[in-house]
Nanobody, 128 residues
Framework: VQLQASGGGLVQAGGSLRLSCAASGRTFSSNGMGWFRQAPGKEREFVAAISWAGGTTYYADSVKGRFIISRDNAKNTVSLQMNSLKPEDTAVYYC??????????????????????WGQGTLVTVSS
């Protein structure tokens, strides 16, 4: 079981990047999926999550209105479109698979302990 994140890179403030996460080894079409990030010297924090069918999304206040999470269950992928990037968005971004239950996802979407599968991370650097 593997989650492979890609799409990170160096971008200027105000720019955009699109991260992708591809699953292999099993399907995660029944799981809620999330993106987390970890900046140097800081704890890993929640960024965004999406329900198994894609109908419900959740965002950290710091990215709301700038980031969009989406998924394609046919391709077993989840994406994170990041717009209006800021230097404080610089971090390693991780995708993760979590709760199958929409009710549980609604309660625990930001709790990284509730995610069972993690990708290796992709680095996003935003220059000022």
């Amino acid at each position: 079981v593997q989650l492979q994140a890609s799409g990170g890179g160096l971008v200027q403030a105000g720019g955009s990047l699109r991260l992708s996460c591809a699953a292999s080894g099993r399907t995660f079409s029944s799981n809620g999926m999330g993106w987390f990030r970890q900046a140097p010297g800081k704890e890993r924090e929640f960024v965004a999550a999406i329900s198994w069918a894609g109908g419900t999304t959740y965002y950290a206040d710091s990215v709301k209105g700038r980031f969009i999470i989406s998924r394609d269950n046919a391709k077993n992928t989840v994406s994170l479109q990041m717009n209006s990037l800021k230097p404080e968005d610089t971090a390693v971004y991780y995708c993760a698979a979590g709760q199958r239950s929409g009710v549980l996802l609604s309660r625990y979407y930001s709790d990284l302990r509730k995610y069972n599968y993690w990708g290796q991370g992709t680095l996003v650097t935003v220059s000022s």
